[in-house]
Nanobody, 127 residues
Framework: QVRLVESGGGSVQAGGSLRLSCAVS????????MGWFRQAPGKEREGVAGIVGSGSDWTTLRYAESVKGRFTISKDNAKNTLYLQMNSLKPEDTAMYYC?????????????????WGQGTQVTVSS
């Protein structure tokens, strides 16, 4: 069973940056595809970014339209860590952010296609 632990959240002003990390441990065979998701109070969960690949040969990246050009997903296999670099943050980016693994197939940005989730890290962006 894979275990995911997010970190790096915090409070920033609009225009600022944060880098989220997701430490992966346990049975890591099912981390070839991974994703970042977020959920704001009163809103549905939203797929933010997804990645398919291993080592340094990342073949597929997917981003929600709302974060394209601002967020970058990456993975360091040597450290078993997934990252989400978030730049030019906006108040509407405020949410709990989760990483996900154990992908079942389909859209990388569909949370129903993942079986393993972390506990989340809070991101708050003030105007």
């Amino acid at each position: 069973q894979v275990r995911l632990v997010e970190s790096g959240g915090g409070s920033v002003q609009a225009g600022g940056s944060l880098r989220l990390s997701c430490a992966v441990s346990g049975y890591t065979y099912n981390t070839y595809q991974m994703g970042w998701f977020r959920q704001a109070p009163g809103k549905e969960r939203e797929g933010v970014a997804g990645i398919v690949g291993s080592g340094s040969d990342w073949t597929t990246l997917r981003y929600a339209e709302s974060v394209k050009g601002r967020f970058t997903i990456s993975k360091d296999n040597a450290k078993n860590t997934l990252y989400l670099q978030m730049n030019s943050l906006k108040p509407e980016d405020t949410a709990m952010y989760y990483c996900a693994a154990d992908f079942k197939g389909g859209s990388l940005l569909d949370g129903d296609k993942y079986n393993a989730w972390g506990q989340g890290t809070q991101v708050t962006v003030s105007s």
